[in-house]
């Protein structure tokens, strides 16, 4: 059975996310764990076999096909509502193989001013040399976006929210300005996550995962992944894909999709805390703003309404300023007992990143305003840590400022 679905019953999210890709093509055992298939070839027997194989897309190379690649790929598929989902080495692989998959010498791409840092030095040092040109706009002014259309725009690409300052996207909106311009709509959906919002039943074509973060949710593997809904896009991905070497590593692919098994129970509670906790920051003296579409003083809290079902299901990530005091900042860092400081995000662990140091070092003065990346930003993702007890540390850690 390929898909965990039945003509005479039908099963919540929840119970599906446990069952979706276990099966494996040509495997007559049915373990209770789904095993890794930690090998670099398949046996094939004569050459009718050999021709069979290839034809009908079975596992032969690694760099090809894997089946802990597939089973990973099947559920997110799933969760995303897509036609079928490639794995990458990384969430960045994942991003700039479909860059190179669909873009030409000469093509324009449409991108939100509101990214990830290394997204926007792929584009603007990497992209770029292959004959790319790109506009930065802001898309929650979607005059702006259709303004930036030109005859030769192919993609345009943004996150949901955006990292590090939750700025939302409304997918709706930019996906009917991509599709009356033949563009595609590019969604990174890593800070949302499957669980919260699904970007391609809104009208995008491609959606991102970096699978490193929330769905994996326990900080010891790499991987990225595209989700498509047209399979000529999935084909031409995939070839890109397996002649670059961005296929995703077994051994992650095992490990994050033993993860996901847990995603649903991790990451509601995560958002939870992410909203309580960003509640209370924004009640807090010492605290400017805070970026979360949970706080009223977010500038687009009804488009958050929009797009979530709850503010209490948006994203276990959320940022705020505090004042640009770098010693003080050093001293709230080391008051604090539970949150810690960590390069990545989505773990069950509440970790801290500092944006200006990090992810967004290498983005212009220029462009780092635009995004709202200041000294006293700081970003916060949320783990699965008692709520009230996230509160009291932070609120306690505050105190340096007094």
Not at 16 to 31: K, Q, S
Not at 94 to 122: K, R, S, V
Not at 195 to 202: E, Q
Not at 363 to 385: A, F, W, Y
């Amino acid at each position: 059975m390929e898909k965990f679905e039945f003509d005479d019953i039908s099963f919540s999210e929840d119970t599906r996310i446990l069952y979706e890709g276990h099966h494996v093509n040509g495997m007559d055992l049915a373990p209770e764990a789904f095993p890794l298939f930690m090998t670099s070839a398949f046996n094939m027997g004569n050459l009718d076999d050999v021709e069979h194989t290839y034809d009908t897309k079975g596992y032969t190379y690694i760099r090809t096909r894997n089946p802990n690649r597939k089973a990973l790929a099947d559920v997110l598929t799933y969760l995303e509502q897509g036609k079928d989902t490639l794995i990458f080495s990384s969430g960045m692989g994942a991003i700039t193989t479909t860059y190179f998959a669909l873009l030409q010498p000469g093509d324009h791409m449409i991108c939100n001013e509101n990214i990830y840092g290394e997204t926007f030095d792929a584009i603007t040092s990497l992209v770029k040399n292959y004959g790319v040109t790109t506009t930065f706009v802001p898309f929650d002014d979607l005059d702006a976006v259709k303004a930036a259309v030109q005859p030769n725009t192919k993609i345009l690409y943004t996150e949901v929210a955006s990292n590090p300052t939750d700025r939302l996207c409304d997918v709706g909106a930019i996906a009917e300005i991509a599709h009356e311009a033949g563009a595609l709509l590019m969604v990174d959906n890593t800070f949302t996550t499957p669980i919260c919002i699904k970007p391609l039943t809104l009208g995008a074509d491609i959606v991102i995962n970096s699978l490193t973060k929330f769905l994996n949710g326990h900080s010891d593997a790499l991987a990225g992944s595209i989700t498509v809904k047209d399979m000529a896009l999935f084909e031409k991905i995939h070839t890109v894909r397996m002649l670059t070497g961005t296929s995703g590593c077994p051994f992650a692919s095992f490990l994050i999709f033993r993860g996901i098994h847990t995603a649903e129970l991790r990451i509601k509670k995560q958002c939870e805390n992410a909203a309580k906790l960003a509640l209370a920051l924004a009640d807090n003296p010492h605290v400017s703003v805070v970026n979360h579409p949970a706080v009223s003083m977010h500038p687009q809290y009804d488009l958050g309404k929009k797009l979530f079902s709850s503010p209490y299901l948006a994203t276990g990530m959320f940022s705020f300023e505090m004042p640009d005091d770098r010693e003080k900042i050093n001293a709230f860092m080391d008051k604090l007992h539970i949150a810690h400081y960590a390069p990545t995000l989505g773990g069950i662990r509440t970790t801290l990143s500092y944006p200006l140091l990090s992810s967004h070092m290498h983005v212009p003065e220029e462009d780092r305003k635009k995004m709202h990346i200041t000294g006293g930003l700081m970003r916060v993702s949320t783990g699965i840590e008692d709520a009230d007890d996230l509160i009291k540390d932070f609120t306690n850690a505050l105190k340096v400022f007094d």
